[in-house]
């Protein structure tokens, strides 16, 4: 019969290389929160724009980067969250 050989591996690092990661970095939500409404307004109506035709070059077959749809969602979705924000902070 043939014996299994047991291989030790390296353990990896504890929590040290994580917490190096999770230093705060600035995100677009804060670049987006610095700015004014009105200003807010103009990029969501600039990003829907987009996103319309980024759905046409879908339909065509002609869209290359296929991951930009969901950026330009998800973008719509942080601008508009912030709004709210904003409007209730203010109300």
Not at 42 to 59: G, I, P, S, Y
Request: hydrophobic residues 35%.
């Amino acid at each position: 019969m043939a014996e299994k050989k047991t291989v030790k591996r390296a353990k990896k690092p504890a929590k040290a290389e994580a917490k190096v990661a999770s230093a705060k970095v600035s995100s677009k939500a804060d670049e987006f929160r610095t700015k004014s409404a009105d200003e807010l307004s103009d990029q969501v109506a600039k990003l829907k724009k987009e996103q319309f035709n980024l759905r046409f070059q879908r339909a065509n077959g002609q869209l290359e980067k296929t991951n930009r749809i969901r950026a330009v969602r998800k973008d719509i979705a942080r601008i508009e969250t912030i709004l709210a924000e904003q409007r209730r902070k203010a109300g």
